[in-house]
């Protein structure tokens, strides 16, 4: 990152060594050679204190850094939006294939295992809903480029808005039709098994 070369340019430019430097922001000269090397980086404490003593902004003492520091995050948001979606996929598939078996071999008892997939996948939906909002990502479009690590210009973004509602009724429409799709195939299915049965 650009911090460690800002730190070792500046305190160059006061003519302090790093035992000094690390005297004035109230850390060790380990820490200090750590921050020049990249090897950790300073708190907000130890920001606001450099800034101070190099005389110079936040902004232009962290300059690239911020840039660099919301990559980081969006990829973390993107991998972990991946992996939510695989396992939303999963555990709907499961829970609609399943709550039919279930129901009819275990009774009402069929219920409690179809609760517990029922209340992971929610919990997964939310987790999913919350990384949307809070990378202000809503319609298909939207999400796909996200996924990809792109972003809309702003023409696009405010047709997409546009959109969001109408997705979003269509999405749990479809959803809903889906469901009742595969619940009726699979009890075709076991209607079938159990005649042939007997």
């Known amino acids: 990152m650009e911090l460690s070369k800002q730190i070792r340019k500046y305190r160059k430019e006061l003519g302090f060594s790093q035992e000094v430097l690390a005297e004035r922001v109230f850390v060790s000269r380990q820490t200090v050679s750590s921050w020049e090397n990249d090897k950790s980086y300073p708190d ?24 660099q520091m919301k990559q980081v995050i969006r990829q973390d948001d993107i991998k972990q939006m991946k992996r939510y979606s695989k396992i939303y996929v999963v555990l709907f ?4 294939v399943s709550v039919v078996p279930l129901v009819e071999w275990l009774g009402l008892w069929g219920l409690l295992p179809f609760g517990v997939i029922w209340t992971a996948l929610m919990w997964v939906a939310f987790r999913l809903e919350k990384l949307k909002k809070e990378n202000d990502v809503q319609t298909y479009r939207e999400i796909t480029a996200f996924l990809e690590g792109k972003t809309l210009d702003g023409t696009d973004k405010q047709v997409e808005q546009g959109k969001r509602i109408y997705q979003k009724i269509l999405l749990a429409m479809g959803a ?23």
Do not use: P, R, Y
């Open 176 to 198: 809903g039709l889906l469901t009742l799709m595969i619940c009726a195939v699979v009890g075709v299915v076991i209607a079938l098994v159990q005649g042939l049965v007997k």
């Open 44 to 67: 907000v404490k130890s920001l606001l204190l450099l800034s101070e003593v190099f005389h110079v902004s936040l902004d232009i003492l962290i300059k690239g850094d911020v840039e």
């Open 93 to 96: 598939v499961v829970g609609v």
